[in-house]
């Protein structure tokens, strides 16, 4: 038998210990009328952006998703496995979250790598460069934009349009949509400045984001 890792071990016996059993009529609360969280997360699998950490939240509190830079890829119903899509619609049909937002970071490797394509290393399956030519349009437009300025700011720059390209394709799914309309559920964009700590908000009247 293949121990199980001895870190992990003691992180989990500390959480039983420290976080779950002076909280245990809260747990058994969740066990048995289930999750009804309120808002919806999607963020970058990037270890250093914790959704539940970045806003203090208890477990029932948010249904988080998270994927290589934090992205929604467009409506469609061909293909086979659909992962993004299947937690969409579960949050918002049958969870009906208020609402959802999608949390991009600084130093997101997978926008280095849309950005430039030379710094992730793949295999012959290309995942990352496939998945991440969802910003193709947005990276365009920053190396247009943004002639002249350094990588790090076209970097950043990435970041902060791939976060509204993913609000873009949210508002593909027409079930979103009709909920959206009739003011059912919001849809937010923020970015997470890992050196500072600061979490930014989306002004999608005027594009930009504003310190909260
Ligand atoms: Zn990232």
């Not at 929604?72 to 979250?97: D, K």
Request: aromatic share 8%; proline share 5%.
């Amino acid at each position: 038998m293949t121990p199980f890792p001895a870190p992990l071990t003691d992180r989990y016996r500390r959480f039983k210990h420290r976080h779950f059993e002076p909280n245990i009529e809260q747990y058994e609360e969740l066990a048995t009328y289930g999750q009804a969280p309120e808002v919806m997360i999607v963020s970058c699998c990037d270890s250093r952006v914790d959704p539940e950490t970045i806003f203090s939240a208890m477990p029932g509190e948010l249904f988080v998703m998270r994927n290589v830079a934090n992205l929604i890829p467009p409506y469609e119903t061909g293909g086979t496995y659909h992962g993004v899509s299947a937690a969409i619609e579960f949050a918002v049909l049958n969870l009906r979250i208020k609402h959802l937002v999608i949390m991009g970071h600084s130093g997101c490797g997978g926008v280095k790598a849309a950005l430039d394509r030379e710094t992730a290393r793949e295999t012959e399956g290309q995942f990352i460069t496939k998945w991440m030519s969802m910003l193709e349009t947005a990276r365009l437009k920053v190396l247009a934009s943004h002639q002249g300025s350094s990588r790090n700011d076209m970097v950043a720059e990435l970041e902060r349009e791939g976060i509204k390209t993913s609000l873009q394709n949210l508002r593909t799914f027409p079930f979103l949509n009709a909920l959206e309309s009739k003011g059912r559920i919001t849809l937010h964009g923020a970015y997470f400045d890992i050196a500072t700590g600061q979490l930014s908000a989306l002004n999608e009247s005027t594009g930009l984001f504003y310190a909260l």
